[in-house]
């Protein structure tokens, strides 16, 4: 069974602060999202990464894809009260079916 | 705008009833999920469907069956529910491509007594 763990799987810190959260795996994936999700709602996508090594930037948040394709950091700048909520990482494996992380629940505090 | 539409936000049945979820969408997308979602274990992929009349089942079937009947909905049922089946309940669509992103509802919180 192929695994995607996310560390770490709670984080609480000031606004302003910098974080990152990880997903990692044993597993080369196609490709891999990013979702967030809001209480009482269903999850959205952020980003997909797909070539090895890949960065992609959205607003305050850095994205990248490891150069092996097993793991893929988030990186939040400056986080912000908005930015609270469950962030998930899915991997596509080679069967194409997407393999899902725990999620990291991130609090942003005033 | 995608829509994918849960009819109920919040459920409470009770030990062996039938219970039935309904997830609606209107982007005319090929591939419907159903995923639980517990604290802790992320999405489990309960059954998925590619076509209209078509299922998979995914990681977590025993105890939930699906029907699509048309390509717009995609029901769970859930034979004879047990308290181990409270969970969050999510659907989602997608279309048809590795890189598409899954769209989804905002949820069915179930709760079994």
């Known amino acids: 069974t192929q695994l995607l763990e996310q560390s770490p799987q709670f984080l609480s810190i000031q606004e302003g602060e910098n974080l990152t959260v990880y997903c990692n795996s044993s597993?080369?994936?196609?490709?891999l999202q990013w979702y967030r999700q809001e209480p009482g709602e269903g999850p959205v996508l952020l980003v997909t990464?797909?070539?090895g090594g890949e960065v992609k930037k959205l607003k305050r948040l850095t994205f990248q894809f490891g150069d092996a394709r097993k793991d893929s950091s988030l990186h939040i700048t400056a986080a912000q009260p908005g930015d609270t909520g469950l962030y998930l990482c899915?991997?596509?494996?080679?069967?194409?079916?997407?393999?899902w992380g725990a999620g990291t629940k991130l609090i942003i505090k005033p | 705008d995608v829509k994918v539409t849960q009819s109920s936000r919040y459920l409470v049945k009770r030990t062996g009833e039938k219970v039935f979820l309904e997830c609606v969408q209107d982007?005319?997308?090929?591939?419907m999920f159903w995923y639980r979602q517990d604290p802790g274990l992320g999405l489990r992929l309960i059954y998925f469907?590619?076509?209209?009349?078509?299922?998979e089942k995914g990681d977590i079937p025993e105890g939930y069956s699906v029907s699509r009947e048309k390509k717009e909905r995609f029901s769970l049922i859930l034979e004879s529910a047990s308290t181990n089946q409270t969970s969050m309940y999510l659907c989602?669509?997608?279309?048809?491509?590795?890189?598409?992103?899954?769209?989804f509802g905002d949820g069915t919180r179930l709760s079994i007594l």
């Open positions: 899915a991997g596509r494996d080679s069967n194409y079916q997407l393999i």
């Open positions: 990464v797909v070539t």
């Open positions: 989602a669509t997608r279309r048809t491509g590795s890189m598409q992103p899954q769209h």
């Open positions: 982007m005319d997308h090929e591939n």
């Open positions: 597993s080369v994936f196609s490709s």
């Open positions: 469907s590619y076509d209209v009349k078509m299922k």
